[in-house]
């Protein structure tokens, strides 16, 4: 069974920290990694990630995989308040199944 | 707004009842997938369609089924509802297989 796990469980900073959340997984035959945020209701899309070593950026979120060690982190710099949400991770397998980790819970206190 | 809309809102109905949830994908996008969230569970995949096939199906529960039509709209039907059926349902579509998900605002369903 596929698997995809998140840390932290939660996280609490303040306006201007640098985080980085961490995503490992177990996946037969994977193919590509997401990240989505998810405030009060429906997650929106972040980033895809397919190649090791290959960074995804847009503006202050970035985010890199490693295909050899099996995880991802997304880092966000210069957090704000507007930055508190659910982060999930998701992996997607060779049968399009999508696969979501339980999620980092951010809070950005002024 | 991801483009991909659901109906209804929200759903209150009582245990060993059915409903149909529904799910319009963004315009241009053939893939239609069901989750489930609930509080200990998190996202859970149920079952995607593909320009009206079935392409792959997780953890969905017999007394649940899905369709997706020729106009490309989808349907959850949940049937003998029990307590445990309470929980958000997101449907979310994509242009193809594996490709990123729009996901839409849910439709949150309580079981009495």
């Known amino acids: 069974e596929d698997k995809v796990v998140q840390s932290p469980l939660s996280l609490v900073v303040h306006e201007g920290d640098t985080v980085t959340l961490n995503c490992s997984y177990e996946?037969?035959?994977?193919?590509?990694l997401l990240w989505y945020k998810q405030e009060k209701k429906a997650p929106t899309f972040l980033f895809m990630l397919?190649?090791?070593?290959i960074e995804k950026k847009s503006g202050r979120l970035s985010s890199i995989l490693d295909k050899k060690e099996l995880f991802s982190i997304l880092n966000i710099t210069a957090t704000q308040t507007g930055d508190s949400a659910i982060y999930l991770c998701?992996?997607?397998?060779?049968?399009?199944?999508?696969?979501f980790g339980g999620g980092t819970r951010l809070m950005v206190k002024p | 707004d991801s483009g991909v809309t659901q109906t209804p809102k929200h759903l209150i109905t009582a245990t060993g009842q059915r409903v149909t949830l529904r799910c319009s994908p963004r315009?241009?996008?053939?893939?239609v997938y069901w989750y489930q969230q609930s509080l200990d569970q998190g996202l859970q995949f149920l079952i995607q369609y593909y320009n009206g096939e079935e392409r792959a199906k997780g953890n969905i529960l017999e007394r649940f089924s899905a369709q997706q039509f020729p106009d490309l709209h989808s349907e959850l039907n949940l049937s003998s509802l029990e307590l445990g059926d309470s929980a958000l349902y997101f449907c979310?579509?994509?242009?193809?297989?594996?490709?990123?998900?729009?996901f839409g605002p849910g439709t949150r369903l309580t079981v009495t």
């Open positions: 315009s241009g996008d053939l893939s």
């Open positions: 979310a579509s994509s242009r193809g297989t594996q490709y990123e998900q729009y």
């Open positions: 397919t190649s090791s070593g």
């Open positions: 996946v037969t035959n994977f193919r590509s």
């Open positions: 998701a992996v997607y397998n060779a049968g399009n199944m999508l696969t």
